[in-house]
């Protein structure tokens, strides 16, 4: 399966700068991109469900929709990221391999 858009290639209007001041600049940047941290909610998922195949697919597209729908603290705290993921139906209703 090939990665999502997402974690392919950051839109321009949210791309780092191309020259930041220093790693605490290009760390700023990169933590505000929504970009970055949908990709991110998406690569928690395929970590904590040890999968990444098309057969998740459905799941990993839903598990990042309810990241969404996190209040905006909780969506950059990784604890609050995979509490949501345990509580989600992604997590419950696993399928053998």
């Known amino acids: 399966m090939s990665a999502p858009p997402c974690c392919e290639r950051i839109p321009a209007s949210e791309q780092a700068p191309a020259v930041a001041a220093d ?3 290009l760390l ?3 933590a505000r991109s929504d970009a970055v941290k949908s ?3 998406r690569q928690i ?3 904590s469900a040890a999968r990444s ?3 998740v697919a459905d799941a990993e597209n839903a598990f990042v929709e309810l990241w969404k729908k996190l ?3 909780e969506q950059d705290r990784l604890v609050d990221v995979l509490i ?3 509580k989600s139906p992604s997590f419950i209703e696993r399928r053998t391999q």
């Open 23 to 25: 790693s605490t600049d």
């Open 71 to 73: 209040p905006v603290k």
């Open 45 to 47: 998922f395929r970590s």
């Open 84 to 86: 949501a993921f345990v």
């Open 39 to 41: 990709c991110l909610a």
């Open 53 to 55: 195949d098309a057969s």
């Open 28 to 30: 700023g940047a990169l």
